[in-house]
């Protein structure tokens, strides 16, 4: 009997028991190896991992995560993402995924860099989850989409630390430390313009910091708020500060958007139930803590 392959003992580690969730794992192992292939290339000497995907695949973070956010550790408005992108498919292939990896067109002025992983869903399922075709609610066109997306224009302040993945072969990306990455997170949700959309995931991620006494690191956050414009006072960003600009932001949210917006990423959906402003506020009043960075 042949040995399994690495790809199929990180699938069947998901116990799928959807189409849905088999999307999802299929998706992460595909971050994973672009993880791979970025190191390869080196480009983890000049950037970073943050957001939620880096908060899923190294903390454990108990949603998915679409896309894969980076940072630069210092300003270079010349950099070029397209440098990287060969050893991502190429490394994509050498695990029997046929993906196209392109850079994104820019059609505004933005220090963000981007590109777009793509390949068909259910071929690739087919290949590591043992399923034939037809299967219901998997169009054979369908495409499976991972956005990469790094800032060219980082602030400062952050703190950084090297991870380390086992599968499908031992790899170590740097990234935000957690203080950091909960900066990170919160000027995503008192900053990010939602439209009619709320996005509850900044919510849940939120919470997770909180519940694993993570404190922020207030000098970068700062530094975000004020390149954003969302921070223009003359003196420094406190915790007493930080707590009224939160308050402001869980009153103007609607929770029963942001609960809509978690649900798909959520196997358990009952973590949403308290979900309002009375309890956002109770529990930053009692968990929230700082560091200077």
């Known amino acids: 009997m042949s040995a399994q392959s690495p790809i199929q003992t990180m699938f069947d580690r998901y116990q ?109 399922l087919m290949k590591i989850a043992s399923i034939q075709p037809p299967v219901s609610g998997v169009p054979p066109n369908e495409l499976l989409k991972v956005k990469l997306e790094i800032d060219t224009d980082p602030p400062e302040g ?65 530094a975000r708020l004020r390149q954003s414009g969302n921070w223009t006072a003359l003196e420094a960003l406190s915790l007493n500060e930080l707590l009224r600009i939160l308050y402001d932001r869980f009153s103007a949210t609607d929770f029963s958007q942001a609960k809509a917006d978690a649900t798909p990423f959520l196997k358990d959906t009952r973590v949403l139930d308290l979900w309002s402003v009375e309890f956002f506020m109770s529990i930053s009043r009692e968990r929230l803590t700082v560091i200077s960075g």
């Open 16 to 124: 799928c028991k959807n189409n849905e969730e088999r999307r999802d794992a299929l998706k992460e192992i595909i971050q994973e190896i672009t993880l791979i292939g970025l190191g390869r290339a080196g480009f983890f000497s000049r950037a970073a991992f943050y957001g939620g995907t880096a908060m899923r695949i190294f903390h454990s973070l108990e949603r998915f995560s679409e896309d894969l956010d980076f940072s630069l550790d210092a300003p270079d408005h010349d950099f070029d993402l397209s440098i990287y992108l060969p050893f991502v498919r190429d490394e994509l292939a050498s695990w029997g995924f046929k993906m196209s990896v392109d850079p994104r067109m820019k059609f505004h002025e933005s220090s963000v860099r981007s590109a777009f992983i793509k390949g068909g869903t259910l071929i690739h």
């Open 158 to 222: 952050v703190g950084y630390e090297i991870k380390y993945g086992l599968s499908p072969i031992p790899y170590s990306v740097r990234l935000y430390d957690t203080p950091s990455l909960f900066a990170g997170k919160l000027h995503a949700l008192l900053s990010r313009s939602w439209k009619n959309r709320v996005k509850g995931r900044d919510f849940f991620d939120y919470l997770w910091f909180l519940d694993h006494k993570v404190p922020v690191n207030l000098r970068h956050l700062e």
